[in-house]
């Protein structure tokens, strides 16, 4: 017991919120700080997301147009994910589509799933001295369909400037399911200008499409926003540890992102330099987002059987100035 604090949440903790007003009317929102300048917002109506991130102060995410949207208005239809696309600083893409809209074996898929616009059916946190660990479950899950259970448990740290998402993904049902899994984390203004340092060691670098090819020699800078700009997107090819990390001049802070490459094989780096749609998505997954019918096409598609679980881990290191940043490289 600390004897100059009335209360443990003056230094830490996790405070539960309810939006008022506009799409996001009545949405849950968790609050989790460390104490040590760290502080995130957990989405718990939209998977339990990272809808904001803030570092001393500083802005890292991007946060849309669109604003806080409630599942409620999500349109299930091919393109209708970007009308409640947050983004946030992390989005999950999934579980039943990453990417492009597709058909596969009669499926009519949307943009980047619907994983991401589904509620926690439950969500609580626990606290020590060293960290505050945030569960949550979300069901993706319905009569004659998939039966996949995601268990999440977001991890901020008060030891060090840290987090940590683990992900199990379990097939509840009894036929076999294709899986697919992308951490869309969206870097967005302080923390990305043209001033900002992107550092991503990996040992091939492939554009997705002709519009990508135009500027391949240039992926790893960031421009002033552009009117019109059609977006890019880079595919990345690691060993076995993925990183990327970006610094920002302006904050004098910036971040890493670790991942396994055997439970993520896959890295896709998106570049949107547009007026107002100015982020820089940094993606770990285990599918490229060209569709589902495209992996399985490849002979790539996670598959589920009755009973099977995947797990995926991805950290995030929050960087105090420009020395932490050049001891990641």
């Known amino acids: 017991m600390n004897p100059y604090i009335g209360h443990s949440s003056q230094l830490s903790g996790a405070e539960e919120y309810r939006l008022v007003g506009g799409k996001g009317d009545g949405m849950r929102l968790l609050r989790v700080y460390n104490g040590k300048g760290v502080e995130m917002t ?39 994910f970007l009308k409640s696309f947050t983004a946030g600083f992390l989005t999950t893409c999934g579980f039943n589509n990453v990417g492009s809209p597709n058909v596969d074996e009669g499926e009519q898929l949307t943009l980047h799933g619907t994983i991401g616009n589904t ?18 479950r979300v069901l993706d899950e319905g009569i004659f369909a998939r039966k996949l259970r995601l268990d999440r448990v977001i991890t901020l740290y008060k030891t060090e400037n840290k987090i940590e998402i683990a992900d199990t993904v379990t097939n509840t049902g009894d036929v076999e399911a294709p899986l697919e899994i992308l951490y ?26 002709d519009r990508a090819a135009e500027d391949l020699d240039t992926w790893n800078q960031v421009i002033e926003p552009q009117a019109n700009f059609e977006e ?29 490459t055997k439970e993520l ?22 599918c490229h987002p060209d569709g589902r019918a495209k992996m399985r096409e490849e002979g790539a598609l996670d598959i589920l059987q009755p009973g099977e679980k995947r797990n995926f881990t991805v950290t995030i290191d929050l960087l105090d100035g420009k020395e932490a940043f050049e001891a990641i490289k």
């Open 42 to 80: 957990l989405s718990l109506d939209r998977c339990a997301d990272i809808s904001r991130l803030t570092f001393k102060g500083g802005n890292l995410g991007y946060f849309s147009a669109c604003g806080y949207v409630a599942p409620a208005y999500y349109e299930n239809t091919p393109m209708g």
């Open 119 to 136: 509620p926690c059916e439950y969500a609580y946190w626990e606290e020590d001295e060293e960290k505050i660990e945030a569960h949550a």
């Open 184 to 209: 869309h984390m969206n870097m967005g203004y302080p923390l990305l200008s043209p001033e900002s340092e992107l550092y991503i060691p990996s040992f091939n670098v492939r554009p997705r499409n």
């Open 232 to 260: 890019q997107c880079y595919f990345h090819d690691f060993d076995e540890k993925g990183l990327a990390a970006i610094y920002s001049p302006q904050l004098d802070a910036g971040l890493a992102i670790r991942f396994d």
């Open 265 to 286: 094989a896959y890295f896709t780096q998106w570049k949107m330099m547009g007026v107002r749609d100015y982020v820089m998505g940094l993606e770990p997954g285990n």
